[in-house]
């Protein structure tokens, strides 16, 4: 499985944006980029996943680099809820295939 | 959007006895769904993957007698931990892939079940 690399820990300031990098550098062709994230003693919640074009929802931005081999997902105005553990996962169109959890990128949302 | 539910959310247990948890895909079928299991402070590592009408499939290291997965139907797996000790003591997480969406390639995870075993 193509690995992703996330920093341990970022912080953040209430209603700053945040940008939480993700370098996956083998990522193959066929590799979506997924986001989630994770709050404590709760089961990963879904944010957002593209394949090659940036893309937006009510919840984030996903930034993909031309080459694909980093992405960025941008929080706009982060809140005091968005504190939790966020994972960037590479998955393709398989349907048996699973999804491989890294330590993901703690973030931190200062009052 | 589709939703996975996991029972019971928490769950205390003797040493030695056996516990089950269900994971229900409640708006869509699932032929695979996914168990995984997760010690504090540490990511989700993956145990199995539960196919409907067939054997499930374990990772390398998990016990697959003591972790029993049964997958009957299209919308039910369940994972029972057997003669469980204390170090079985964790959270289990469930997910199943809502392949017939539009965006079918998204995961969905339960709410996850404490299991802790005294």
């Known amino acids: 499985d193509a690995k992703t690399t996330q920093p341990n820990s970022m912080e953040s300031n209430e209603e700053e944006p945040v940008h939480l990098p993700c370098n996956h550098s083998t990522i193959s062709g066929t590799d979506y980029i997924h986001w989630y994230r994770q709050l404590p003693s709760q089961g990963p919640e879904y944010v957002i996943h593209?394949?090659?074009s940036n893309v937006n929802n009510r919840m984030a931005s996903l930034a993909i680099a031309e080459d694909r081999k980093s992405s960025t997902l941008i929080l706009h105005r982060a809140t005091l809820r968005d504190a939790a553990v966020y994972y960037c996962i590479l998955g393709g169109d398989n349907y048996g295939q699973n999804f491989v959890f890294g330590p993901g990128t703690r973030l931190s949302v200062l009052p | 959007g589709a939703v996975v539910s996991q029972h019971p959310s928490w769950v205390i247990c003797k040493s030695g006895t056996s516990v089950k948890i269900e994971c229900r895909s409640l708006?869509?079928?699932?032929?695979?769904m996914f168990w995984y299991r997760q010690f504090p402070k540490q990511s989700l590592m993956l145990m199995a993957t539960?196919?409907?009408?067939?054997?499930?499939?374990?990772e390398q290291g998990v016990e697959k007698d003591k972790f029993l997965i049964n997958h009957a139907s299209l919308t039910l797996s369940t994972l029972t931990v057997t003669s469980a000790h204390p170090e079985d003591s964790s959270f289990y997480i469930c997910s199943a892939r809502d392949w017939g969406a539009r965006d079918g390639n998204t995961i969905y995870f339960g709410e996850g079940s404490w299991l802790t075993v005294v």
């Open positions: 539960s196919n409907e009408g067939s054997k499930a499939t374990y």
């Open positions: 708006d869509f079928q699932a032929t695979t």
């Open positions: 593209g394949l090659t």
